[in-house]
């Protein structure tokens, strides 16, 4: 598949990574002659964050070109992403251009924040091809994405745009009326226009807003978002109580939302110099990293929780999940992924407790596939880790894609005795986990035999596994 | 010390768990005859998420008293948090009360979402020492808090509430000048009343705006705030160009917020239907917990990547770290906290991940005493674990407050050998953590010999240990 990419700024950047990560080829067009060196920082920014916050490997990237020619991007292009500057005439053109060359039918999506699909089409050759999908910075891990459509677009074409979005990852939203502004960009000028008073009025510093975001209502809402917490909030009355409740606040001359703040030269340079205040001491492309990071290692919370963002993730995990199989002839592999970036100590490599981690989601892997994983827990019954040997014989470090191997060695009674194996892409092996397992009662939470029938799967595995080499080191017997 | 939290709703409820797991006795009043009850749910909502949000165990818990008293709640107290409906009368005469029985100079603290200091402490006999400190709901797990004083609040009081709020772990924002709804709750009213507006236009349901905040921005919002993710959006033309780019858009009729929506009956049933559908088939406190457990994972996420809310919580670890201290005639406490409750795995305990986990904290604790942590590794030098040996002995659950004990088996050479033990507020063994470490060159990425002199304190803690009891499984050596 193809993708073309016009306008190579930080969210046309943003969009030819995910693409690219997912598998696609690419072609970026942009006249910017600077557009090679900023495209190629916004891929390898998604380099280091966006495999490793799946917890499987992501299929081969496609093949990157960046280029000032419309036409050779169009030409074949399976989807077409427009993310040029917020000037209608300027986005007619491109498609104008655009549907000279490629297939009738190809999606022509603009990022545009502010334009509705119906302005976007007029005077189109195929208005019906063309849709907002509007994404949110960095394109490559934020799963949201606004798809709007007019009464145009079928609703054939829009499911095919969304099939395409949800294939790299995304989460459309799909928005039943066209509005200016879509849904997320209305609530965020709302913000933004009360945010300028507060700083022009003097109230508060930018530094003084962030926080007051940061350290409180935005930890409710990277989880939650507004309703659901304002429910909450509502207390066992609900949702009327909570209305009934703050209702009345609307009415108080809060906000100072009915004027609008000028942008005169004082305003701008009150907020950037405050900004520089606050951040000037981290260049664009350090301050990019440290949020990468940060929401690497929100997204990997919420997906212990599976809720919210981390539920689509685990979804995504799911769908590209290693599938075990039969013959037995080899140990298992039982994971593939990127290591993400998250995951560094201050010895410059992954901390120790990571590699527990990978060889304790193989086991989890193991036992799904012989029947006793969570379905089994449900059941009443699982196995209990009672010792573990952990050999660490190579520095793994961020963005190293590494797969684990897992020998059943035993299974006898109660007992199981498991063998993962870490290695490199190259092969080279970077760890090693001995498990020795205890099956348990999860009511009376003690150890006892399993239903011979129950777990036959497993010995099926074990006596497969028994012929197969054993592992050089084995501390338990 | 005693504080009185006068109203027992969710709010105060809040700040009662908040005062209380930080060592203070709390008295809170409140005349609904349901207060006792839903105190003491928000109170165990808190005990199961605050202590284990942080990496050090907490004070003792105070004392809770709960009844109708408003003078008994005052008398002695050394913090009054007031938490009464949003009703100017009701709140100055609960100050008139209150001040009649408190000491004077004890801080008088509002919750208030909306009214000034100034309008509070009108008519007030000690108007000085009436501050508003406006918090964020789950108050017990949010750090924000706004602290707002008037010109009648001399700057030593606004400093003494400062360092109250510091000690039950806030992070207050001092703000300087007065206005209506201080300045978190001005943003939220702006996004609160375009949400109406979305909703009442039919432009999206509630779920799908909670959606477009959690999948978007508000993962965004929850690390860097508003004004430093525009910086980065901005590229590396920086604040000046995001304005230029952005600022017209404030002059397009995309919001709605000239105007305010009519909160008559049909627009509460169709927000609460929505949400409803939504969310109806969980009960509030099944909400709170999932809401809780999210916040703490993404809290510890943030705490991973010291930034943000993060960095908040790295400093209050920081404040009431176990100091490890001579004489050594005994193995070091090197971990004393709670386990949380984002531990849990489908086997309904800790999961084995996070044993390790709080043993490798506790190595790096035992390497900083020996003053070979961090500051050892901008130095060029640390040491690398090659083998680990994880003892499983007892079931360890989520609220469990746990200890962990190290003893240096051996330090010879670049050989560091190290045992831990994790045992249980009672005493009983949990598990335990052998580890075999070699010193290594961080530049050259290899194990090298250690200077005898730098490794010095190392040696005396191995001299001492060595005289110790030798524990009863060792399998390295």
């Known amino acids: 598949m193809k993708a073309a990419v016009v306008g190579g700024g930080v969210i046309g950047g943003g969009w030819a990574a995910r693409f690219l990560l997912n598998g696609w080829d690419v072609h970026v067009c942009d006249p910017d002659p600077e557009a090679k060196r900023k495209v190629t920082e916004v891929v390898a920014n998604a380099r280091r964050s966006l495999p490793g916050l799946l917890d499987e ?25 427009e993310s040029v500057p917020e000037r209608l005439a300027l986005k007619r053109a491109v498609y104008g251009e655009v549907q000279k060359i490629c297939r009738p039918g190809t999606t022509i999506a603009s990022s545009t924040s502010g334009f509705t699909p119906s302005s976007l089409q007029e005077g189109a050759a195929q208005p019906g091809d063309i849709v907002v999908a509007h994404p949110f910075n960095p394109v490559y ?27 790299i990852g995304m989460k459309p939203l799909r928005i039943g009326k066209e509005i200016d502004a879509h849904i997320a960009d209305r609530l965020l000028e709302a913000v933004w226009r009360e945010a300028l008073w507060l700083v022009k009025d003097g109230i508060a510093t930018t530094s003084e807003i962030d926080e007051a975001i940061r350290l409180g209502f935005g930890l409710r809402w990277a989880q939650m978002g507004l309703f659901e917490t ?70 990997r919370g919420l997906k212990t929780q599976n809720y919210g963002a981390g539920r689509h993730l685990r979804s995504l995990d799911e769908k590209s999940a290693i599938k075990l199989q039969y013959p037995l ?26 590699y527990l981690e990978i060889f304790s989601k193989a086991t989890d892997r193991f036992l799904e596939f012989a029947k006793c994983g969570p379905d089994y827990a449900s059941e009443g019954y699982g196995f209990f880790t009672v010792d573990t040997r952990l050999r660490y014989l190579s520095e793994a470090v961020e963005g190293q894609r590494v797969r684990a191997f897992t020998q059943c060695l035993m299974f ?36 006892v035999e399993p239903n011979a029938k129950r777990v036959k799967p497993l010995h099926e595995i074990a006596n497969a596994h028994s012929g197969l080499e054993k592992p050089e080191s084995i501390s338990f017997g």
């Open 412 to 447: 006898k009674g109660k007992k199981l005795h498991l063998h993962h194996t870490l290695k490199s892409d190259g092969g080279r092996d970077l760890a090693t986990g001995e498990h020795f397992l205890l099956h348990a009662d999860l009511t009376q939470r003690k150890t």
């Open 329 to 354: 002839n080899a140990p298992l592999m039982t994971a593939d992924r990127v290591i993400p970036p998250d995951w560094t100590d201050y010895n410059g490599h992954v901390n120790e407790v990571y």
């Open 141 to 167: 891990l934020l799963p949201l994405v606004e798809l709007v459509g007019s009464d145009r677009n079928s609703e054939t074409a829009m499911d095919k745009a969304q099939r395409t979005l949800e294939g």
């Open 230 to 299: 304002y429910r909450i909030a509502g207390g066992e009355q609900g949702m009327e109580h909570f209305i009934a409740q703050f209702g009345p606040a609307l009415k108080f001359p809060w906000t100072r939302l009915t004027d609008v703040p000028d942008l005169d030269s004082d305003l701008v340079k009150k907020i950037s110099d405050q900004s520089d205040a606050q951040s000037g001491s981290l260049t664009i492309r350090e301050l990019e990293r440290i949020r990468d990071n940060n929401i690497v290692a929100i997204l």
């Open 57 to 81: 490997a992501m299929p081969d990237e496609g093949k990157l070109t960046i280029s000032n020619e419309i036409s050779a991007a169009a030409l074949d292009a399976d989807w077409i992403q």
